[in-house]
């Protein structure tokens, strides 16, 4: 992984988060949209604009790529970049959870 993607993407933003930890499996913008919202029971909403800006830059760094089209909705999976991306997301999450709990903040 090169720096850039490195800086641009650690740590990522909940958008970011969710788009990638969406398409580990394949998915369109608006599947995207409703996984994210029934994940976190309605306190992540992902604007069109917002996601699909995001897919847009996923896509061209090398994260995402385009599978197919279907029914005019351009259908995504993530890349081995990605999940190399992803995995770091999530290792720096677990460690801020244990760093949490180290310190006695379970609130």
Same mark, same amino acid.
């Given at each position: 992984?090169?720096? *850039? !993607?490195?800086?641009?993407?650690?740590?990522? +933003?909940? +958008? %970011? &988060?969710? !788009?990638? #930890?969406?398409?580990?499996?394949?998915? *369109?913008?608006?599947? !995207?949209?409703?996984? $994210? /919202?029934?994940?976190?029971?309605? /306190?992540?909403?992902?604007?069109? =604009?917002?996601?699909? %800006?995001?897919?847009?830059?996923?896509?061209?760094? =090398? #994260? !995402? +790529? &385009?599978?197919r089209e279907e029914e005019k909705r351009k259908i995504y999976i993530i +890349?081995?970049?990605?999940? /190399? $991306?992803?995995?770091?997301e999530m290792k720096r999450i677990r460690r801020l959870y244990r760093n #949490?709990?180290?310190? %006695?903040?379970? /609130?």
């Amino acid at each position: 992984m090169d720096r *850039h !993607i490195k800086k641009v993407y650690v740590p990522m +933003t909940e +958008t %970011g &988060f969710y !788009i990638l #930890l969406c398409l580990r499996e394949e998915m *369109h913008g608006y599947s !995207i949209v409703k996984k $994210v /919202e029934d994940l976190t029971n309605g /306190e992540v909403r992902l604007s069109p =604009g917002t996601m699909y %800006g995001s897919l847009s830059k996923m896509e061209k760094d =090398g #994260l !995402i +790529t &385009f599978v197919r089209e279907e029914e005019k909705r351009k259908i995504y999976i993530i +890349t081995e970049l990605g999940r /190399e $991306v992803l995995s770091l997301e999530m290792k720096r999450i677990r460690r801020l959870y244990r760093n #949490l709990q180290e310190v %006695g903040c379970d /609130e």
